[in-house]
DNA sequence: CGTGCGTTTGAGCTAATTCAATAGGAGTGG
DNA sequence: CCACTCCTATTGAATTAGCTCAAACGCACG
């Protein structure tokens, strides 16, 4: 897993997006890219040269029309993201934080009973625009609620329904 | 000027974007794309059927690629706001809000003295992820600093390196 | 000269933050 | 195997930025 994030001057950090396997870094092809990113988990990644790959799309249109699938899909994810931010409780926040990733893991192949979280609580605070404290005392208060239980790594998302309709707003 | 925008089911508004003259709406090409648009000013819009659209960009990959050439500014700039809606105050929000707006007017050669704020405090709230009070007295604030002066549809930015220094974060 | 609507201002409240202390592992070395 | 350290997470207490509710203002329009 990989985490996406900008930095403003002061330190202040937004997690734009996690990357998770077979994920395409870097959509924009933009001249300046300014998304930095690191490794949450071990991670391979492939890594191909702007010229060569821009160069290579030429005479493929549907690569190109495929990333700018992939590209409209992230612009999507990013504008729902901002209403996550602007719009949403700390609460709802974490509800549809679990519930995209725990779809994103489904889709992979990878669905089970315990939804892995193997970033920190900082990651996930600098996501959601929250803090660290603000983040823990949610997971706390939904975990007392029998929504989740919190594991090491990870939570049972125990009543998905509920979380759902957090998540729904 | 077009206002773009997301609603949760309570009515929650988040303001996703401004169009302006000459911008491309509904960039991604997706069979739904969850975002609604109504005008703040009198606009023309030319309206392009999907199909249509999308055949005539078949056999023509310069204009698939400018497409996706604005697709990905259009992502860039999301992620831009979701620093803004994610870690900045009401003060820094209003600022970088002011000083895009202003970059996107001298583009178009609408450079003034004046800087002109079509849209209701509303809309510039649920951009911002503000509420009305919060962005007017802010407005009040940066006046009072004499940073800005607020006119009739629109301000005055009178301390331009406070602005930045602000909106830089 | 009202009436209506958007904006500003005021006062009090609250969700989330900040600051501080405690708790829970994972890893290290005796 | 235990003691110790380090680091992250949780919990608690106090603070605050921004919100909510309410009132006043100002201007356009009939």
Redesign the interface.
């Known amino acids: 897993m990989v985490r996406l994030y ?1 930095l ?3 330190g ?3 997690i ?1 997006g996690f990357a998770l396997a077979g994920d395409f870094l870097g ?4 001249d300046r ?3 930095s990113a690191d490794t949450v988990t071990d991670a391979k990644v492939c890594r191909f040269d702007r010229r060569v790959f821009t160069g290579y799309m ?2 493929r ?1 549907h690569l ?2 495929r ?3 992939l ?6 994810l ?6 996550v ?4 409780s700390a609460e709802e926040r974490l509800a549809v934080f679990l519930m995209s990733l725990l779809k994103r893991f489904t889709r992979l192949g990878q669905g089970s009973i315990t939804l892995p979280l193997p970033m920190s609580r900082q990651d996930i605070a ?1 996501f ?2 929250l803090t660290i404290e603000t983040v823990s005392r949610t997971f706390t208060k939904l975990a007392k609620n029998r929504t989740i239980i919190v594991v090491p790594d990870g939570v049972r998302l125990v009543d998905r329904a509920r979380l759902e309709a957090l998540a ?2």
């Open positions: 900008k403003l001057p002061d202040r950090r937004q734009v959509l924009a092809l933009l890219y300014g998304v030429d005479g249109p190109l029309r990333l700018h699938e590209t409209s899909h992230e612009l999507s990013a504008q729902e993201q901002m209403v931010l602007g719009r949403r600098d959601l625009g729904a707003g």
